[in-house]
Structure formats: structure tokens, C-alpha cells
């Protein structure tokens, strides 16, 4: 289980609040990718938090309400069109970078999940794997990942027959075969190989 052992160390170090960050959404084929920042305070720290890929959707849903009440929180989100033109990973960065300066006052440090932290004046420190030990950084995953799951089962209301209320936009088979016989939608990243490919196919056969 994740632990305050990462805050701990840096906040002392750096005399001030610690801040997790993470991401969801960068595998999908459509929607955007979300990130969370989350400082949470040692005297209200909702209990179970752990890596979102580790909880069900209706867990996910509690923690991220008990977290809002109790942990200073910030979102940023990198839209379809920005991941089309920075690609996935400089649209992960600015959904970072978005998520830290939306928690109003800077952080004294943000721990990153992954390898690499986003080109930023903030001092930080990527933590591989972080979301399964930094429960700052867990608890951001849970943030994102049901923001950006809630976002999705919206879009599904307006684009019925994609799956996305059960796939969230990732590569399912129902996702797939939609969008040979529907086409892309606007939600689609139309950087991504397999969309690119069902927009080209689905424009020829229009042509005919």
C-alpha cells in the first residue's frame, strides 16, 4: 500500500506542502487526458486510497468525493486537439502543469508519477510507480481517473455505439469495430495509428 514516506522526506527538506500528480487517459483512443495534483493533509486522509488501477469504479468514486473534502486538489486536462498537435506525451506534460498551477498556491514540492517530470519551475522528483507507493500521488490517480471516466460516460450519451461509457475510449473491440462502420468522431484522436486508419478507410468508402 502507498504511504506518506516520499512526503514526508521532501516536505522536510523543502520546508512546505508536497504535492502527487498523475495522469489518466493516455492510452485511449478518444477523449482527452486528465491530471490530477493533490496535497493532502495528514490530519484527514480518506482511508483505502490506493492506486486507482487497484480499485473498482464505485471505490474510485467514494475516495475521490472524501479526498475533495478533505485534500487541496487541482485539475488540468490537455484536450484531443492538443494531443493531436504536441502528441500524447507533451499533452500529458501540459495536463500536469495545468492540474499543479490550478491548486492555487505553489506546492513547496510535487512528486511526479512515472519517469520524468514536466518542464517546470517547480521543484520535483518523478517517482516510477509512484501511484502504488506515494499516497499523494495515488490519491491524484483516483482524482483523474474518475474525472476523466465521468467525462467519457458523458460523451457516450452524445456518441452512442463507441462503448465508451464501459471502455472510456480505450481500444476495446467494440471501440474498434464503431469506428470502421461510424467513423471518428470529434472526440477521436486522429493522431493515433488506429484512428487515423479508420478515418482514412471510412472517408474511402464514402467516396464510392
Known amino acids: 500500500m502507498p504511504d506518506l514516506k516520499f512526503e514526508r522526506k521532501y516536505g522536510k527538506l523543502h520546508n512546505?506542502?508536497?504535492?502527487?500528480?498523475?495522469?489518466?487517459?493516455?492510452?485511449?483512443?478518444?477523449?482527452?487526458?486528465?491530471?490530477?495534483?493533490?496535497?493532502?493533509d495528514a490530519q484527514c486522509i480518506p482511508e483505502g486510497i490506493d492506486d486507482s488501477k487497484a480499485l473498482t469504479p464505485a471505490r474510485r468514486e467514494r475516495l475521490c468525493a472524501e479526498i475533495l473534502a478533505?485534500?487541496?486538489v487541482g485539475v488540468g486536462i490537455a484536450?484531443?486537439?492538443e494531443i493531436d498537435s504536441l502528441n500524447i506525451f507533451w499533452a500529458t506534460m501540459?495536463?500536469?502543469?495545468?492540474?499543479?498551477?490550478?491548486?492555487?498556491p505553489a506546492p513547496a514540492f510535487v512528486l511526479v508519477d512515472g519517469n520524468r517530470c514536466p518542464d517546470w519551475s517547480h521543484q520535483s522528483h518523478a517517482v516510477v510507480g509512484g501511484d502504488a507507493l506515494c499516497l499523494s500521488i495515488a490519491a491524484a490517480s483516483?482524482?483523474?481517473?474518475?474525472?476523466?471516466?465521468?467525462?467519457?460516460?458523458?460523451l457516450d450519451?452524445?456518441?452512442?455505439?463507441?462503448?465508451?461509457?464501459?471502455?472510456?475510449g480505450y481500444a476495446a473491440k467494440v471501440h474498434q469495430e464503431a469506428l470502421r462502420s461510424l467513423g471518428p468522431t470529434p472526440h477521436h484522436r486522429r493522431s493515433f495509428a488506429p484512428v487515423a486508419q479508420?478515418?482514412?478507410?471510412?472517408?474511402?468508402?464514402?467516396a464510392e
Do not use: Q
Open 157 to 168: 450519451a452524445l456518441h452512442p455505439g463507441y462503448g465508451w461509457a464501459s471502455n472510456k
Open 16 to 40: 512546505g506542502p508536497v504535492a502527487g500528480v498523475d495522469e489518466a487517459g493516455r492510452g485511449p483512443l478518444a477523449g482527452p487526458v486528465v491530471a490530477a495534483a493533490v496535497v493532502l
Open 198 to 206: 479508420a478515418h482514412f478507410d471510412f472517408g474511402t468508402r464514402g
Open 94 to 104: 501540459l495536463a500536469m502543469t495545468r492540474a499543479v498551477e490550478a491548486l492555487g
Open 142 to 154: 483516483i482524482v483523474a481517473k474518475h474525472r476523466r471516466d465521468t467525462m467519457m460516460i458523458a
Open 70 to 72: 478533505c485534500a487541496r
Open 79 to 81: 484536450s484531443v486537439e
